[in-house]
């Protein structure tokens, strides 16, 4: 069973900066780095949204405009880990982050970590 566990969202204000995490249990390393993996952002009353992807060679396979030049994401294959480095965060950056990989089938959510900017 895959497992995945969102951490690092808190209560920050605008202008701060945050580093979610995203490890992912119950896979091997090698199955872990096949896969892009993407960062997703629910707000209050929308859909997830889709924030960043990266590849499953470490490239930046996508990053939503209003969040490019603010956000970095990473990857550590041996950790099995994904990272969201957010800096010069905004109000619109409130919500819940959750990641999983990008195929046609998801693994199973994690409980995604709460995100909240404000003054």
């Known amino acids: 069973q895959v497992i995945i566990v969102e951490s690092g969202g808190d209560l920050v204000q605008p202008g701060g900066s945050l580093t979610l995490s995203c490890a992912v249990d119950g896979v091997s390393q090698t199955v872990f780095s096949v896969y892009d993996m993407d960062w997703f952002r629910q707000s209050p009353g929308q859909q997830r949204q889709l924030v960043a992807t990266i590849t499953d060679e470490e490239r930046v396979g996508f990053m939503d405009p209003s969040v490019k030049g603010r956000f970095t994401i990473s990857r550590n294959n041996v950790k099995k880990t994904v990272y969201l480095q957010m800096n010069n965060l905004t109000l619109e950056d409130t919500g819940v982050y959750s990641c999983?990989?990008?195929?046609?089938?998801?693994?199973?959510w994690g409980q995604g970590t709460q995100v909240t900017v404000s003054s």
């Open positions: 999983n990989k990008r195929a046609e089938t998801l693994w199973s």
